[in-house]
């Protein structure tokens, strides 16, 4: 019986606790981990193959694509106002 690949994202992938999971989960190779947090700048210290990098944006993307702060934010830039976002 062959294992079924899992796809694992971490959100907050950066922190002390994210990062630790992250950790333990890497060496599992039935597991496809994706990584998202807010900071730019500890995203760049993590190492990953093109591939992977861009399958952790496209999760990224897909969690808020259908968001009303998503279109919003898109009628916003097309009107050339300041967004009015409401979390939702």
Do not use: H
């Amino acid at each position: 019986m062959n294992p079924i690949p899992t796809k694992v994202l971490i959100l907050g992938g950066y922190g002390t606790f994210g990062g630790r999971l992250a950790q333990l989960l890497a060496g599992d190779a039935r597991v496809t981990l994706l990584i998202g947090g807010r900071s730019f700048g500890q995203a760049q210290t993590v190492e990953v193959d093109r591939r992977t990098g861009l399958a952790i944006e496209v999760a990224a993307y897909n969690q808020t694509v259908s968001t009303a702060d998503r279109r919003e934010g898109v009628r916003a830039a097309i009107e050339r106002r300041a967004p009015k976002f409401t979390g939702s």
